[in-house]
Nanobody, 123 residues
Framework: QVQLVESGGGLVQAGGSLRLSCAAS????????MGWFRQAPGKEREFVAA????????YYADSVKGRFTISRDNAKNTVYLQMNSLKPDDTAIFYC????????????????WGQGTQVTVSS
């Protein structure tokens, strides 16, 4: 059964940090690029970050560059999103995704999705 399970969301003050995790079943992780997307209330789902299967290539939305870091541990079938210097505008449900399609910043390029974890940043 293909499954992606996110964790690590919560409430944090502006300027704080959170680390999201996404645990994946084998078929959802093996040889796939992993990505993080987010969706704020009333807005469309948007790309946040992605990482190649090897971990050697990473990609970020301009809005999070320098603040967020994506990484993966293939031995643990887990991908992480370290979020620093959080802003109220980062408030959203964060989704983990897995896939091999292109372009990497588009949701339709990903085949598997988690249920999401809420991140709320207070001012």
């Amino acid at each position: 059964q293909v499954q992606l399970v996110e964790s690590g969301g919560g409430l944090v003050q502006a300027g704080g940090s959170l680390r999201l995790s996404c645990a994946a079943s084998g078929r959802a992780f093996s040889n796939n690029r992993m990505g993080w997307f987010r969706q704020a209330p009333g807005k469309e789902r948007e790309f946040v970050a992605a990482i190649s299967w090897s971990g050697k290539s990473t990609y970020y939305a301009d809005s999070v560059k320098g603040r967020f870091t994506i990484s993966r541990d293939n031995a643990k079938n887990t991908v992480y999103l370290q979020m620093n210097s959080l802003k109220p505008d980062d408030t959203a449900i964060f989704y983990c995704a897995s896939g091999r399609g292109l372009p990497i910043t588009v949701a339709t390029a990903y085949d598997y999705w988690g249920q999401g974890t809420q991140v709320t940043v207070s001012s």
